[in-house]
């Protein structure tokens, strides 16, 4: 995951893939949202062996993202400006891990449409991500057509 977008080597559908994987690992990783004022103030109880059994189950949260993460995920949401919005909930929905089974009722399509769907998402990013790659004179003669 050490890949930058301003890399000279070329973009694939498995880079970006990964990349939204990581920017969707990156996300589950950041602190909940709180609403500031709220404390308590109360002393925290001291329970017996026998009283915690009966307590609520700690919540455990990964340790959080590191900046360098974070800056990732914030360019990789950058790129969903490309797609179209259909195509935006494909890609996060896979980029999470959904399988193809919640993927294919969310979008009332048949699983290969689906993948279809999301690999020309991921070669919609890929083109985008490889053009910007390119010096200015070599993007002047690609985009001209003869």
């Not at 990732?72 to 999470?96: G, I, N, P």
């Not at 083109?127 to 993007?139: D, M, R, T, V, Y």
């Amino acid at each position: 995951m050490a890949r930058e977008a301003g890399t000279v080597a070329e973009w694939t559908k498995e880079d970006v893939a990964a990349r939204f994987e990581d920017a969707a690992n990156t996300g589950r990783r950041l602190p909940p949202i709180r609403v500031q004022g709220y404390i308590n103030t109360w002393p925290t109880i001291v329970r017996r062996e026998w009283e915690a059994f009966a307590a609520d189950e700690k919540v455990y949260r990964p340790f959080p993202p590191s900046p360098q993460a974070i800056d990732r995920m914030l360019e990789t949401m950058r790129w969903v400006q490309w797609l179209e919005v259909e195509q935006r909930h494909l890609v996060w929905m896979r980029a999470k891990g959904y399988g193809w089974r919640e993927i294919t009722l969310r979008f009332a399509c048949d699983r290969t449409t689906a993948w279809r769907r999301w690999q020309r998402a991921l070669e919609i990013v890929a083109a985008h991500l490889n053009a910007a790659s390119l010096p200015n004179f070599a993007k002047k003669t690609s985009m001209e057509t003869p």
